[in-house]
């Protein structure tokens, strides 16, 4: 599976803004999707996942209540909509997938390239 993450920008805190993710080569029916982050100087983390028929989501408790993943498996893509932004989730966000639904990066094979957000105060 490949993924390209997009949508990314500079906001202001309380903007909001929606991430995309395209995936090619295969179907991703089957698969679980999911978001993770980097901000600068700090390790990548979890932000959410979703469940390849999209009825179970997790998040992290850092977004919970104001991040929302969704997919559309029909047109192989992926979305975070991420709403009352703050300057702590500036960050370069990726998306990712495999069969198993996880919050941790080494469950995940398949990696897009990253798309950066930066939320100013």
């Known amino acids: 599976v490949q993924l390209q993450a997009s949508g990314g920008g500079l906001v202001q805190a309380g903007d909001s803004l929606r991430l995309s993710c395209a995936a090619s080569?295969?179907?991703?029916?089957?698969?679980?999707m999911a978001w993770f982050r980097q901000a600068p100087g700090k390790e990548r983390e979890f932000v959410a996942t979703?469940?390849?028929?999209?009825?179970?989501?997790y998040y992290a408790d850092s977004v919970k209540g104001r991040f929302t993943i969704s997919r559309d498996n029909a047109k192989t893509m992926v979305y975070l909509q991420m709403n009352s932004l703050k300057p702590e989730d500036t960050a370069v966000y990726y998306c990712?997938?495999?069969?198993?639904?996880?919050?941790?990066?080494?469950?995940?094979?398949?990696w897009g390239q990253g798309t950066l957000v930066t939320v100013s105060s």
């Open positions: 990712a997938a495999d069969r198993t639904l996880g919050s941790s990066q080494y469950e995940y094979r398949y």
């Open positions: 080569g295969r179907t991703i029916v089957g698969y679980a």
């Open positions: 979703i469940g390849w028929r999209g009825g179970t989501t």
